[in-house]
T-cell receptor, first 111, second 115 residues
Framework: QKEVEQNSGPLSVPEGAIASLNCTYSDRGSQSFFWYRQYSGKSPELIMFIYSNGDKEDGRFTAQLNKASQYVSLLIRDSQPSDSATYLCAVNEDSSYKLIFGSGTRLLVRP | DAGVTQSPTHLIKTRGQQVTLRCSPKSGHDTVSWYQQALGQGPQFIFQYYEEEERQRGNFPDRFSGHQFPNYSSELNVNALLLGDSALYLC??????????????FGPGTRLTVL
């Protein structure tokens, strides 16, 4: 059973701090990696995707991928209370159209 | 740019009944995937439709079936509802013929409650 693991949290950070969210995956053949943000009672919203080893930056968000360690992370700089949500890591299954999701990490940004 | 739409927003059914959920993909997208999200869990893949065919299925029983129409919209049908089918049902759309074919965008979801 291919898996994506995330710490459920909550991860609590003060406003303005850097929030670091982590994810590990079991399928060595995975090529595409995604971070979704999900507010309570809402559907997941795509915020970042990454395909190559290294870092990818978009505004306050940076995704980091290390395929050798099978590890993906999301950094949120200058965290705002509006960033408080559950962050879902998703990985494509090798030779498949399926995305495998972790259970999410709940982030709380304290004003 | 029209996003993914789903209907209805909420639905309450009783055990044994049947339900149909509907999805229209994002403008320009041709592929639709369906996911089930239980409370406190990540979405679980049900199946994906492309060119009006189910091309991949997750670990869900045959009670779950679907359809894709020529305009790329899709339906998810669930027969003989069980209490455990209560969940948020998510439709995700993507575009097949690009590098990022598996970049999936979710609709607002349908909250199904089975009593």
């Amino acid at each position: 059973q291919k898996e994506v693991e995330q710490n459920s949290g909550p991860l609590s950070v003060p406003e303005g701090a850097i929030a670091s969210l982590n994810c590990t995956y079991s399928d060595r053949g995975s090529q595409s990696f995604f971070w979704y943000r999900q507010y309570s009672g809402k559907s997941p919203e795509l915020i970042m995707f990454i395909y190559s080893n290294g870092d990818k930056e978009d505004g306050r968000f940076t995704a980091q991928l290390n395929k050798a360690s099978q590890y993906v992370s999301l950094l949120i700089r200058d965290s705002q209370p509006s960033d408080s949500a559950t962050y879902l890591c998703a990985v494509n299954e090798d030779s498949s159209y399926k995305l495998i999701f972790g259970s999410g990490t709940r982030l709380l940004v304290r004003p | 740019d029209a996003g993914v739409t789903q209907s209805p927003t909420h639905l309450i059914k009783t055990r044994g009944q049947q339900v149909t959920l509907r999805c229209s993909p994002k403008s320009g997208h041709d592929t639709v995937s369906w996911y089930q999200q239980a409370l406190g869990q990540g979405p679980q893949f049900i199946f994906q439709y492309y060119e009006e065919e189910e091309r991949q299925r997750g670990n869900f029983p045959d009670r779950f079936s679907g359809h894709q129409f020529p305009n790329y919209s899709s339906e998810l049908n669930v027969n003989a509802l069980l209490l455990g089918d209560s969940a948020l049902y998510l439709c995700a759309s993507s575009l097949e013929l690009t590098e990022t074919t598996d970049t999936q965008y979710f609709g607002p979801g349908t909250r199904l409650t089975v009593l």
